[in-house]
T-cell receptor, first 109, second 120 residues
Framework: GQNIDQPTEMTATEGAIVQINCTYQ??????LFWYQQHAGEAPTFLSY??LDGLEEKGRFSSFLSRSKGYSYLLLKELQMKDSASYLC??????????WGAGTKLIIKP | DARVTQTPRHKVTEMGQEVTMRCQPI?????VFWYRQTMMQGLELLAY????????DSGMPKDRFSAEMPDATLATLKIQPSEPRDSAVYFC??????????????????FGPGTRLTVL
């Protein structure tokens, strides 16, 4: 079966760095998305990785290892507004997104 | 600033009533997705259209749910009859490329604000 695993909840301190991990098992693989979802709002696109390595975009970076079926989202210089759920979604051989349940990130002052 | 729009934003109805949710995808986008999100289940794909044709509705309870795209600017999701277990947030998303089955394109999905449905 297809599966996306990510931690349910994480807590971090304002100004710090946090890494949110995601492991995936999909039938075929055509990339991996990270979305951010604030409470009561819609998911918004953060990143898409299809090649191995780290892609940096401001305070947020996303890493992919296809051989390990593993990705992470790295958030630096955490701000209170980063408190949100972070959704990992793998793209399978039919180009369908397989969504994880999301990681709720709580930022404390 | 192009956005996906959804109406209504909130809907409270009684069990057995028909519910219709509407979505206007971003102009020029070729793919439209309907999702349901609950605390227990997370995001569930209900239906998916490309160029207005339904490609996948395997996630949708067929006996009560139906999804259509009468034209390129409107997608609808209907529930008839509604049940309390249908209470959830329903998101519509659209994608720009429409070429999900090509090697070079994977659609980024742009989500609408959602319809929060409560069935009493």
């Amino acid at each position: 079966g297809q599966n996306i695993d990510q931690p349910t909840e994480m807590t971090a301190t304002e100004g710090a760095i946090v890494q949110i991990n995601c492991t995936y098992q999909t039938s075929g693989f055509n990339g991996l998305f990270w979305y951010q979802q604030h409470a009561g709002e819609a998911p918004t696109f953060l990143s898409y990785n299809v090649l191995d390595g780290l892609e940096e975009k401001g305070r947020f970076s996303s890493f992919l290892s296809r051989s390990k079926g593993y990705s992470y989202l790295l958030l630096k210089e955490l701000q209170m507004k980063d408190s949100a759920s972070y959704l990992c979604a793998g793209v399978d051989s039919n180009y369908q997104l397989i969504w994880g349940a999301g990681t709720k990130l709580i930022i404390k002052p | 600033d192009a956005r996906v729009t959804q109406t209504p934003r909130h809907k409270v109805t009684e069990m057995g009533q028909e519910v219709t949710m509407r979505c206007q995808p971003i102009l020029g986008h070729n793919t439209v997705f309907w999702y349901r999100q609950t605390m227990m289940q997370g995001l569930e794909l209900l239906a998916y259209f490309r160029n207005r044709a339904p490609l996948d509705d395997s996630g949708m309870p067929k006996d009560r749910f139906s999804a259509e795209m009468p034209d390129a600017t409107l997608a609808t999701l209907k529930i008839q009859p509604s049940e309390p277990r249908d209470s959830a947030v329903y998101f519509c998303a659209s994608g720009p490329k429409g070429g999900l089955r090509t090697e070079t394109s994977t659609d980024t999905q742009y989500f609408g604000p959602g319809t929060r449905l409560t069935v009493l």
